[in-house]
Structure formats: C-alpha cells, structure tokens
C-alpha cells in the first residue's frame, strides 16, 4: 500500500504574512504609544541605521525620542492602517487563503504596564479581523512580533524584568477574551530564538541597564517564554478551539567540513536554535542548554512556579525560512556565529538561497517534535524596477517555485505541513534593514526608502504567478 502522499494536502493553508510594526504606519494615531520598532533612525547625512535590530542604549533611545530632526521609517509603514481594506481586497484576488499579521501591542497598551486597554486600538483590529474574514482569508495572528511598548524599556528593563511577564500575560488574555471567535491560530512571539542580531528589537533590553548582556538576554527569553506558556494555558481553559504556536527562525546551519570537531560545534550551535521549541513544545529545559550556560557563565534565575507553568505547551510549530549558514569549530567556540556558505547564490544582501535546506529544516522539526507546522514567514527581498507600471520579477518566481518544489518533497517525506506563508505578499518596511527598496511582496508599492511616493499599488508578474499556484493546490509552478 502506497502510503506517501502525491502533493498538497486537500485544505493546505496558502497564505501571506506581515507584521504591524512594517506595514501600518499611523504610529501616533487613536491612543498608539511608542514600541521598539519606532526607534530607528534614518536621515539624509547617516548611513541607515540598524540600532532597533541590535543591541541598543536607553539612552539612545531616550535621546530618539526627545530629538525633533529624525525620520523614523518604520512608522510610515505602508498605511497599512488606513488602507486595509483596498490591500485585503487584492489579497483576496490574489487567491489568499489565510493572512498572517501581528497586533501591536502598544497599540493596546500604549505604555505597557496599564491596567486597562485602549479601545481605540482594540477596535481597529476588529474591524482588521473583520475585513480578513469578510475577503475569504483566515487569520493567523502574532501577538509579540517586535511591538513592545517601549515605555517597558525605559521604566523597566525590557524582558529583563519579571514585572514584563504580567502586563504580556494581562494582554494576552486581553486579545484573547477579545478575539478568540474570530482568529482561532495564534502565535505568541515572532521567531523567539532571535536574541543575538534582534536582542533589543525582540526583548527591549538596553545593553547599558544591565551588567551582563547576555544572561540578560537569557533571563529575557527565559520570562517570555514564562509568559508564553502562562498564556496558553489560559488559551486551553478558555477557548479550547484556538490553537496556540510557538515560532522559530528557521534554518539549520551545516558542518563547514567533516571534521568530526565542525560537526559536533555545529550540532551544538542548531541545538541552541531548538532550544526554544524544546522547551515551548516539550514543556521543560534540556540538559544542553544547563550544560551551555555552565560553558558560557549564562546566568538564569527560575522564579517560583516557571517549572510548572512551562509544562503548558504550544499545540503547533511555525518557523520563518529565509537561508541556511554553516560552522566551524573555531567560529563556535570563539563565538562569532554561523557564516554564509559561499557555495549557494544570494540576494543583494548577501541572503543565501537554498531550498533544500528547507527540506531538511521540514524533516528535522518534524522528526524532533511529531506536531502540525505551518512556515509562517518564507520569501526573498530583491530591488524591483517599474517599467509603465510593470515589474517582471522572475527572479522571485523562481525563488518560490524551487522553494515549493522542496516543500512538496518534505510533504511527501511525512511531514504534517499545514499552511505556507509567503512574506510578505505586498511590500512592506524591512525589518533588518528599514529599506521599502528591499522588496519581498507580489504586490509593489510606490514609496521610496524616505517614505516619499504615491503610494500606488501594482501588481508583479509574480502576482499571477502565484495565483495560479493556489489555484492548483501547488500543481502548477511553471
């Protein structure tokens, strides 16, 4: 009996993804207070800044904050916030599935640690939640995706302090009691194992407020994950038919050689990647990570009750795929990190392009934690050029296309994949480096790295292209 599967699942989620923080601007509107992604300078004289992505001062931001002469390029997003309803609507010609975005926390908690929700902002997402609904498409949430109120950062000290972990858990329950009969997939936090390049963007630590960075960062993520769980737990009780993830930035890194030393640096260096979904999808702490923070002098205090709030687990796996890197043993142990591999092709950002090493990324999640998966964040950004409001982009066809082609292998491997979600299927702010000139969607939008343009919306040969795809259910890629 032939047991391996001949495509796509039947009811395979065909999706697209953002974020609030890259697309919504209206940063100061209806009650919305500062989050971590509003500090990120960009000015004419400087180079763009990427302070927002790595380790940062409060007293830079303070100073960000105070200054009247900068422009900040993640709050004029794409108007996301005003014009929605439009860009859902070519979503959903599109073919689109299920959609994929975050809530801003502050735009519900404006400062973070108040007791009660800014309606304004709750509004908006019901309307937002609405409208994803009304155009055919199921939403996939984020509740943390690079959003925390920077108030948390500058009175606290980001994720550092367990203060943090109640005022996400009043939120979570807050979007939670709001929304559970309108978005029945979550995700709690956005890729949670970037604590290296995304420290302060992900946990609003400011490097000069703590003695030591990186058990500061542990404890962080430590608490988050606290958070985390305590917040599925309340899912379960509550509204047992939402889903609660947990979500990686996927990837694995591959042994520089076969020196038996490389491989092993590089097992230790991916295992400190699953760490994460080990302890969100197993519900405990492995013993590599006590041995890695012995080896490193990592510091983690467990506060009262985490052990057990921990066995609360995520019901399913979401990843983001962008590359794959590789290790040394000497780069390990000096802790300089993974590096490109030299032998794949890469975007104009040095963003290497290998498909089947989300091949292997789908086999081994799967192998190590038997649970749904959905990649939840998947696609490359390119310069594009507008020709009489055209944009032949094959370059981003073929991207996906062999990347699809990998998927349908790892389907046919075993694997319980779920859902795709391309990112993002309209242009949007980049994260790592704040450009609009770093395109990922199949829908261009005219504004330039300086926020200046009409803001007009045009398809890509790729919009065609992968409309035809979910029309097939993954059959047709030519």
Known sequence: MNKVPEGFPKHFLWGGAIAANQAEGAWDSDGKGWCVADINEFRDDVALEKKSNMETTIAYVKEAMASTDRIFPKRWGIDFYHTYKEDLKLLAELGLKTFRTSINWSRIFPNGDESEPNEQGLRFYDELFDAI?????????TMSHYEIPIHLTTAYKGWYSREVIDFFVRYGQ????????????????????????????????????????????????????????????????????NEIGMMLCGGPSYAATCKAEDVLATVKLNQMEYFFADVLLRGYYPGYAFRYFEDKGIQVVFGSGDEEALKNTADFLSFSYYYTQICDEESYTKDLGPHRNKELDANPWGWTIDPTGLRIALNEFYDRYQCPIYITENGIGYFDEVEEDQIHDSYRIDYYRDHIKAIKEAIKDG?????????????????????????????????????????????????????????SNGEVLE
């Open 174 to 241: 807050v979007v939670l009691d709001r929304y559970h009969d309108k978005v029945k997939k979550w995700i709690i936090v956005n890729q949670i194992n970037l604590i290296v390049h995304e420290s302060f963007n992900h946990l609003g630590i400011g490097e000069d407020v703590v003695t030591d960075l990186l058990s500061a960062k542990y404890q962080g993520v430590h608490n988050e994950m606290v958070a985390s769980a305590l917040i599925t737990k309340y899912a379960h009780e509550n509204y047992p038919d």
């Open 415 to 471: 694997v319980d994949l779920r859902g795709y979600y391309a990112w993002g299927p309209i242009d949007i702010i980049s994260c790592s480096s704040s450009e609009m000139s770093k395109r990922y969607g199949f829908i261009y939008v005219d504004l330039d790295d300086y926020g200046q343009g009409s803001g007009k919306r045009l398809k890509k040969d790729s919009f065609a292209w992968y409309q035809q795809v979910i029309r």
């Open 133 to 141: 609904i009304a155009n055919g498409m199921e939403p996939m949430i």
